[in-house]
């Protein structure tokens, strides 16, 4: 009986695994980024939406900020520190007019992605990166990471954002 | 041995929906949406993110577009009309200035999710929702759906992207 419910149970785990199979293959092995060594993570495409936001100006973009189960769950429950092994991903495209949305609402007024840009990573390790509030940032245009003066700015940046472990980003309810 | 497969099956089946809970509770049961009887989708908070909006103008929103599982595949397969039972849900906040952003970037530029506004529902059963392209539509504001002169509304509005199956929404790659 022992045996068949160990079978039962590594059965269950196969199936999860499987079950739980992204559609897309990941970039894990991409170039790492410097400073850092964080590569963007596989699937990180199927991880859960923690918000949106619209950056004007210069940057004219339109990104989605997405979470790993552990960085989601912290979002959700208000923890502060961000337990390590959270990761967050933040996807950004350009702020395109949708002629298409625009034709049936009458005006101008809707903007959806369009080329996209950037892909940032903040991954948590309290230890590997203490120097920099515990995190490694990484940031990729395509599948390029940035250089290293470009990855110089990431912590400096999130200084103002202390209070909320330097993530700027809120879980959006 | 057949008994034991299918007890096999049966308990992979279940730890798979326990290991796929959410951390929040669903609101399916909240009230229908009048003419097509959609409800909030549970635990719809959870889906994958099919993409990001903006909407200016009146509505000043942010939107996140999430799809469930048979949505997501849909959209990332370019599979269309999507399979009945494909779910898509929009989020909407208030597109409002983020203070904590701006003082970091050091201008007025970034805008992140206010308050929640609507959460705009599509479901697609071919049969059941013939009349309106195969989709079921449901507008809530916070957890009660808007009216039947609103609910007229859905599909007149969604017909202009009719050889996208009337879903506006494109897969952010």
Same mark, same amino acid.
């Given at each position: ?5 160990? @079978?039962?149970?590594?059965? *269950? ?13 990941? =970039?894990?092995?991409?170039? %790492? ?8 993570p596989?699937?990180?495409r ?10 004007? #100006?210069?940057?004219?973009? @339109? %990104? #989605? ?5 552990? *960085?989601?769950? $912290?979002?959700?429950?208000?923890? @502060? ?7 967050i991903? /933040?996807? $950004? ?9 625009? &034709? &049936?609402? #009458?005006?101008?007024q *809707? ?16 230890? /590997? ?15 390029? %990471? ?9 912590? %400096?940046?999130?200084?103002?954002? /202390?209070? =909320?472990?330097?993530?700027?980003? =809120?879980? $959006? =309810?």
């Amino acid at each position: 009986m022992k045996r068949i419910l160990i @079978l039962v149970f590594a059965i *269950a785990t196969a199936v999860c695994v499987i079950a739980s199979m992204p559609f897309t293959a990941g =970039r894990a092995d991409d170039e %790492p980024s410097p400073i850092f060594g964080v590569k963007i993570p596989a699937q990180y495409r199927q991880w859960e939406m923690v918000g949106v936001s619209h950056e004007a #100006g210069n940057l004219d973009e @339109l %990104p #989605g900020i997405l979470g790993n189960a552990l *960085a989601i769950k $912290a979002f959700r429950d208000g923890t @502060l520190p961000f337990p390590d092994g959270a990761t967050i991903a /933040k996807l $950004a495209w350009k702020h395109v007019p949708s002629v298409g949305d625009d &034709a &049936a609402l #009458g005006s101008m007024q *809707a903007f959806v992605p369009g080329t996209a840009t950037t892909v940032q990573i903040m991954v948590k390790d309290s230890k /590997k990166y203490a120097a920099t509030g515990g995190w490694g940032f990484a940031d990729f245009m395509g599948e390029k %990471p940035g250089d290293t003066a470009l990855h110089e700015t990431c912590f %400096p940046c999130h200084t103002p954002a /202390k209070d =909320r472990d330097y993530v700027f980003t =809120r879980y $959006a =309810r």
